[in-house]
């Protein structure tokens, strides 16, 4: 059976769930132009889609399916179990997430287009598919590599899918989510109040909690951080608050024009300066 309509599914889900939920229960209330703003996102995601389904899929399912065919890969060196090796695909795909995010804040090329998902300087479930298309080719070029070399079949890199989607749609919403409840979340998963600091403007946190389902990657990494204060979280980045840049046009041409004193994340608040 084809399964690939599966991930489309899963998602459109997640977004409609969540979109009612932030509704009826949003953390932060009273905002202005959140249908403008889904609409930009969505269309962000929309292109994305349509990109990665004509130019990435294909091949990185005819990789996969040439792998498979091989005892190439680090997952077919262990004589696992069937459950046993899709919980291994699960977690080493999930910490080559961790490293790739952490790349992406660490190397300028990549900054450039994974600032387009952090300029958003508001954040709600739309704000989960808005990374530019730039990033989504390059990351999929490299787990044409990735795959092989970990020995990821192609069903577990579905499950992987269906599992990664749905949290990084509700880490990233704003659906008002009892404290408690987090607190117990993010001993496993990534949650809200640790994603969100990841969206702050303010450097030192910008640059903190890269995991994508599992949070203990970044208490392993030494790169897991809270707010402790209470306070709301500013979201965006200062050199892309300009109306321009969260246009269409603006989403697309932020990777090649640096809008900052030296088009770098330098602009953020200063480590000094974070609020306590
Ligand atoms: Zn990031
Ligand atoms: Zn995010």
Request: charge should be positive.
């Amino acid at each position: 059976m084809n399964q690939d309509y599966l991930p489309t599914l899963n998602v459109v889900c997640g977004l409609i769930l969540l979109w009612t939920l932030e509704t009826w229960l949003p953390a932060a209330k009273d905002r202005q132009g959140r249908l403008r703003h889904a609409f930009r996102n969505l269309s962000l995601g929309l292109l994305n889609a349509i990109a990665l389904a004509v130019l990435a899929a294909p091949l990185i399912t005819q990789i996969a399916i040439r792998a498979e065919g091989t005892s190439f890969g680090l997952l077919r060196l262990f004589q696992l179990s069937h459950l046993n090796s899709t919980i291994a695909a699960i977690l080493l795909f999930d910490g080559w997430m961790y490293l790739w995010h952490r790349a992406n804040h660490r190397i300028h090329f990549l900054w450039r287009f994974h600032r387009v998902h952090h300029s958003d300087r508001e954040m709600d479930v739309t704000s989960a598919i808005r990374f530019h298309i730039g990033e989504i080719l390059i990351s999929s070029a490299l787990r044409l590599a990735v795959i092989p070399l970990l020995g990821i079949n192609l069903w577990q890199l579905l499950v992987y899918e269906l599992i990664m989607m749905p949290v990084i749609l509700f880490h990233h919403s704003n659906v008002r989510f009892p404290e408690r409840l987090d607190r117990w979340l993010r001993v496993v998963l990534v949650s809200p109040a640790i994603h969100r600091v990841h969206h702050s403007r303010a450097r030192a946190e910008t640059d903190s909690n890269y995991s994508t389902i599992f949070s203990f990657w970044d208490r392993i990494g030494g790169s897991f951080r809270l707010r402790n204060n209470g306070r709301p979280v500013d979201f965006g980045l200062a050199e892309y608050d300009d109306e321009k840049w969260q246009q269409m046009s603006g989403l697309l041409t932020t990777p090649f024009i640096s809008a900052g004193t030296d088009g770098s994340i330098a602009a953020h608040t200063s480590e000094n300066e974070l609020p306590r």
